[in-house]
């Protein structure tokens, strides 16, 4: 098993480093047209769909299924490649194909201009301005494709784990670089690498029977597959065609459990660990039935990259290997709490599937391909290898980085309950600090004069030791009576 | 101001202006770490509060700020109280150190003793604190490669260096050595001993030395500045330099700017709150420069007609309260900013929250 993704601008030189490097590695050479060829032949026809997603917009419904159709099959002949061979995939964007999978080397291989001039011409026989106009407007169309169907910038450098300018370094010694670079821990290809693969297979191979079939082919659904567990989430105005998906999921298999869930739209509940004890499970759940939302549980293990180790280096490598011990499968998740607390929500029709996500915050974004499906993100209970001051700060940052990233709410389970449940006794202990703030301002205004006459008599020693106990515990006493009202008030802005 | 002794007598106009000082003075606080005797101090003296009662007052004030400030930066993982008290102890030494320096001048009589004294404190305060403000601005507008953090070459360079006994900090998520620090506290404290601010090194050297987060030096420093605080209150009050009322009414505004400040460094990144503290540094230092010539006019080093001193002292306090106030608006635009980003962004949140 092994997968290389690299992607390529038009006429860039992406080619010649594919074939040199599954020269050199002994891997399979896929290139995109293989894959098209095969998606056609399924009955997906490809070129429409990429006239109609780059002219201007259309707003059509069935574009919109058969591109999801179209993703999904893609998805499955690369998982199926990838899982019985070592492959190198020469696309536009197959690192974002493969979505949520770990250890995948993901390489962007570009030239300037004048390098791909140089191939037009040879290439296509056409002149300089002819070639500039050519390569312009194919790196339009590709963007355009991506976006629509990603809603990423393929140019994007931060997706990818190494860049090569051909322009600059040699095809060869470009292949010696990715060569070397495959040799890191971080693109070993792990149980965690197998275990995605398959998971997203699974997940690909559903959505391709839910959409090929023509009672089912309608469907505004968004599907997630762990271990053999599938789960759907419908709109609740197409509820009537649950029955359907049931049936046409029964070629996935007896030992597939398929589940659906009908939702309005889908809440993001993000955790290192899963419990049904913390009061965050049915804070949540009530959240889902006023919101009429599935809630999608997506488990990230927090695990630094190198730039981030340096305050705490680790003292074993593990080499990326997972460290929990394997335990059964519980509907579909990796560990028993996550599991149960996955039981409960499918029993109570909420659930929207489990998710695994392990590495570093990119790994974590990477992860959430359709944010428009979520109204909200809720997290808890993350960074739990750190000490509590350090996870309160990166959980603080991590909020402020995903409303940011996303531009969705993004909310602690504190958050959730103050807004379900407003307190009375913090209405009457502000109440409390205002009175006790009043007191003690009135107090040392009033009596200024005799504070003063005890503090400056250098006679009266006793008097000065009272003045200053008393000082040194009105000061604090007035200063956090106060803060707490300035605070309160601040709330009211939602600032703080 | 009119006062009763050295004792001013309030009426409501300088009260109002006493909560606007304390207003800047505790969002500098909240956000940066530091705000109070760079800032409020020589802000009282100018509304005519005697020098000493100027100080006693607020560093009285200082204690129950810092105990707020540390308590709400604690709740968001910010305050290593470990590494605090650490400093602490390093730091009573210089303090001790730069009482003795500086009692050593104003031993001396008359003008020239004040003069020599003035001098010495603004030559440590331009020559250290211009190197800091600079190192500060330059790292917070550089580009990095693996975000907007600050620079860790210099913490990096220590670590590689491994002088035993390290220590390991959990909530900075830091190993330090026990020499590094040492040197550090003592620096800080000998700075708030000779100038009246630590702050200004201890956060710096806390970020860049031992590759501490920004909001946690920020957190830490208020953590220390609560029994700097306290000490001072202390002395000040058996001397009989501290008027509750100033303290009193400072509160009034700087603990509405701690939380603003404290809400400032959750919601904008770590290179914002860098280049506030060395645009805040630098302006300080410009401040301290322009004072110099009436020192060493005092001191005979330079002729210059003594009609000019009130010019220079002007413009040095000039540029002080620009310090504060250009901070203060800085912070609170970045605040008011990201405050309604944030509620764009609630917005999209589902009815049931409304």
Not at chain 1, 91 to 109: D, E
Not at chain 1, 282 to 295: G, H, P, Q, T
């Amino acid at each position: 098993m092994g997968l290389i993704t690299i992607s390529r601008g038009t006429f860039s030189g992406s080619k010649i480093v594919s074939e040199l490097l599954a020269k050199e590695l002994g891997y399979k050479l896929v290139c995109r047209e293989d894959i098209v060829k095969k998606t056609d032949l399924f009955g997906i026809p490809v070129n429409k769909l990429q006239e109609a997603i780059t002219k201007p917009p259309v707003a059509n419904q069935r574009l919109k299924h058969l591109r999801e159709v179209y993703l999904a099959y893609m998805r499955l002949q690369l998982c199926e490649m990838a899982i019985n061979d070592k492959i190198i995939y020469n696309g536009h964007s197959g690192h974002l194909l493969m979505k949520g999978v770990p250890n995948i080397l993901k390489i962007r291989v570009l030239g300037d201009m004048e390098f791909r001039i140089n191939g037009v011409n040879k290439n296509l026989n056409l002149d300089r301005e002819e070639a500039k106009i050519y390569i312009k407007n194919v790196d339009t169309e590709r963007s355009k494709w991506t976006y629509s169907l990603f809603g990423r910038d393929w140019s994007d450098p931060m997706q990818y784990d190494l860049t090569l300018n051909l322009s600059e370094v040699p095809a060869n010694k470009a292949v010696e670089s990715i060569i070397a670079y495959l040799d890191s821990p971080e693109f070993k290809i792990t149980g965690e690498t197998t275990r995605a693969l398959e998971n997203l297979k699974l997940e690909s191979l559903a959505r391709v029977q839910i959409g090929k079939n023509s009672r089912t082919e309608k469907a505004d659904i968004k599907v997630t597959a762990e271990k053999d567990y599938v789960n759907v989430i419908i709109p609740p105005k197409q509820a009537d065609v649950v029955q359907d998906i049931f049936e046409v999921t029964k070629e996935l298999g007896n030992n597939i459990t398929v589940n659906c869930t009908i939702a309005n739209t889908s809440i993001l509940w993000i955790q290192e660990k899963y419990h049904m004890d913390t009061g965050t499970y049915r804070d949540i759940l009530n959240l889902a039935k006023k919101m009429d939302a599935a809630v999608e549980m997506l488990r990230w293990e927090y695990n630094p990259g190198p730039l981030e180790r340096f305050h705490n280096p680790p003292d074993i490598y593990n080499s990326g290997e997972s460290t929990l011990k394997p335990e059964p499968s519980f509907s579909g998740c990796t560990d028993l709490q996550s599991g149960r607390v996955i039981d409960a929500l499918i029993r109570e029709g909420y659930s929207g599937g489990c998710s695994t996500v392990r590495g570093s915050s990119k790994n974590l974004y990477l992860s959430i391909l359709h944010p428009k499906r979520y109204s909200l993100f809720v997290i808890d209970d993350l960074f739990l290898s750190k000490p509590p001051e350090v996870r309160k700060r990166k959980t603080a940052e991590l909020i402020e980085d995903l409303a940011v990233h996303f531009k969705l709410p993004v909310l602690e389970p504190s958050e959730l309950k103050s807004r379900i449940s407003p307190g009375k006794k913090q209405k009457f202990f502000t109440a409390g600090c205002f009175i006790v703030a009043m007191v003690l301002f009135i107090s040392v205004f009033f009596n200024h004069g005799q504070i003063i006459k005890l503090i400056t008599d250098e006679a009266n020693n006793t008097g000065k030791i009272i003045i200053i106990t008393i000082m040194m515990v009105f000061v604090p006493a007035f200063a956090y009576a106060y803060s707490t009202i300035t605070k309160t008030i601040l709330r009211l802005f939602k600032i703080g | 101001m009119i006062t009763e002794g050295i004792f001013p007598v309030l009426d409501a106009f300088s009260a109002i202006q006493i909560v606007i000082l304390g207003l800047i003075g505790g969002t500098l606080s909240g956000f940066i770490g530091s705000g109070g005797a760079f800032f409020l101090t020589p802000g009282m003296m100018n509304l005519g509060i005697p020098g000493v009662l100027a100080v006693g007052s607020n560093i009285t004030h200082k204690f129950g700020k810092s105990l707020v400030g540390s308590k709400e930066h604690g709740k968001l993982g910010h305050v290593d109280k470990k590494l605090g008290l650490f400093l602490l102890i390093t730091a009573l030494i210089g303090i001790w150190a730069a009482v003795q320096i500086n009692s050593m001048f104003f031993k001396k009589q008359g003008e020239s003793g004040s003069a020599a004294g003035d001098l010495y404190i603004s030559i440590v305060f331009i020559s250290i604190l211009s190197i800091v403000s600079v190192l500060i601005s330059k790292d917070a507008v550089k580009k990095r490669e693996h975000g907007e953090g600050p620079s860790t070459k210099l913490a990096e360079f220590f670590t590689k260096i491994y002088l035993p006994p390290v220590i390991q900090f959990h909530v900075a998520d830091v190993k330090v050595s026990f020499w590094l620090i040492s040197v550090v506290g003592m620096a800080t404290g000998f700075l708030a001993g000779t100038i009246g601010v630590g702050g200004f090194i201890g956060v710096p050297a806390m970020i860049y030395l031992f590759g501490i987060p920004t909001t946690v030096a920020a957190g830490t420093e208020l953590f220390l500045a609560i029994f700097m605080g306290a000490w001072g209150a202390v002395n000040y009050a058996w001397a009989g330099f501290v008027d509750l009322r100033l303290v009193f009414l400072l509160y009034t505004g700087s603990l509405f700017g701690i939380h603003l400040g404290i809400y400032g460094t959750k919601v904008l990144n770590e290179k914002i709150i860098r280049l506030v503290t060395g645009l805040i540094i630098l302006l300080s230092v410009i401040s301290r420069i322009i004072a110099v010539p009436v020192y060493m006019r005092k001191l005979g080093y330079i002729e210059i007609a003594p009609k000019w001193d009130p010019l220079f002292n002007g413009t040095s306090k000039a540029f002080l309260y620009a310090a504060g106030i250009s901070g203060f608006i800085v912070i609170i635009t970045a605040v008011i900013k990201a405050y309604y980003k944030r509620i764009k962004i609630r917005a999209n949140l589902p009815a049931v929250f409304k």
